[in-house]
């Protein structure tokens, strides 16, 4: 089992940045890829980033590559996410995930989930 806890969301202004972590009850952390999502009102969970359970690999979604950057410690099981440049269309419920394989779809494992608000 994982449990996951997201910590960090808030109210920002556009332009702003915000910092969320992802703590991990795991003894294998680095055995996980892990992952952010996130779900605006009205709309479907997407992908947003993930990283290879070594951190040597990353992956994001078009929408905030070059303005989000994922990254972990596996000392202290934990995953971040570094958002800059927020905009508006940025608000959603950020959850973080754990899965086995990068090529996988399925998380099988989730947060629940930060409130990340970006005001105009």
């Known amino acids: 089992q994982v449990h996951l806890v997201e910590s960090g969301g808030g109210l920002v202004q556009a332009g702003g940045s915000l910092r969320l972590s992802c703590a991990a009850s795991v003894r294998t952390f680095s055995s996980y890829v892990m992952g952010w999502f996130r779900q605006a009102p009205g709309k479907e969970r997407t992908f947003v980033t993930k990283?290879?359970?070594?951190?040597?690999?990353?992956y994001y979604a078009d929408s905030v590559k070059g303005r989000f950057t994922i990254s972990r410690d596996n000392a202290r099981n934990t995953v971040y996410l570094q958002m800059n440049s927020l905009k508006p269309e940025d608000t959603a419920i950020y959850y973080c995930?754990?899965?086995?394989?990068?090529?996988?779809?399925?998380?099988?494992?989730w947060g629940q989930g930060t409130q990340v608000t970006v005001s105009s």
């Open positions: 990283i290879s359970g070594s951190g040597t690999i990353t």
């Open positions: 995930a754990a899965t086995m394989a990068w090529l996988s779809n399925t998380y099988e494992y």
